[in-house]
């Protein structure tokens, strides 16, 4: 009988002893690692914007060799970022300081203009390189040995441009344009005559980012 207890009585004991590990074994786990959006990077030339630009305008692609004229305005704007890609839209006015543009037998002046642009780049670290295309008018006057038609006609914008953060609100650019405006009439006092018309112009200019 006491042979028969005691193998009966060391298998309980046994029983007892690892009955806690196996019952700590089955309440623990391992916490689920955490997971951390990674946070949201801006290039810095997002969000909406207002400045000034200034600079020389001409009817040859050299605007500072030949006739040229000081011209000068303010643009708005708004951009947004998009597969890594800036996207935006602006409106600008510039006064062209009466850029001559030639015709048949004389020449006309370009006085103000109007711009409503859109702009696609992209952004390496603090600068921004952007191309910009969009409708343009331009308001035309009489000009040299010729009259115009004193009003506005429209055409279109091409231009490129480069722009660098000073801080986080303040930017500066440096942009060209090229615009021409088709299909301009003008009277010679005997003959009227339908020709397009472009000018180039370069401008540096400074933003505020709201």
């Known amino acids: 009988m006491t042979k028969t207890l005691k193998p009966l009585a060391l298998t309980l004991m046994a029983a007892f002893a690892t009955a806690p590990v196996h019952a700590a074994d089955l309440t623990y786990s391992e916490p689920a690692p955490s997971y951390e959006e990674p946070a949201a990077t801006s ?114 914008l091409l231009g490129a441009g480069v722009e660098q953060n000073l801080n986080a609100n303040l930017s500066a650019k440096v942009e060209y344009n090229y615009v021409r405006t088709n299909d301009v009439r003008s009277f010679d006092g005997v003959t009227t005559s339908e020709t397009d018309v472009s000018d180039h112009v370069i401008k540096g200019g400074l933003n505020y980012k709201f």
């Not at 969000?47 to 000081?70: L, Q, T, V, W």
């Not at 295309?133 to 006609?153: H, I, Q, Y």
Request: net charge negative.
């Open 43 to 156: 290039s810095g030339f997002t969000g909406a914007y207002a400045g000034i630009h200034a600079g020389m305008s001409s009817e040859r692609i050299n605007p500072f060799a030949g006739d040229k004229e000081f011209m000068g305005g303010i643009q708005g704007g708004y951009n947004t970022e998009v597969n890594g890609v800036i996207v935006g839209g602006e409106l600008e006015y510039s006064h062209l300081g009466d850029t001559e543009v030639d015709v048949p037998r004389g020449a006309l002046i370009e006085r103000h203009r109007v711009a409503a642009k859109a702009k696609a780049g992209a952004a390496m670290g603090e600068t921004l390189l952007y191309g910009t295309a969009g409708m343009a008018m331009t308001s035309l006057r009489d000009g040299k040995n010729v009259e115009g038609p004193d009003g506005w006609k429209p055409g279109y």
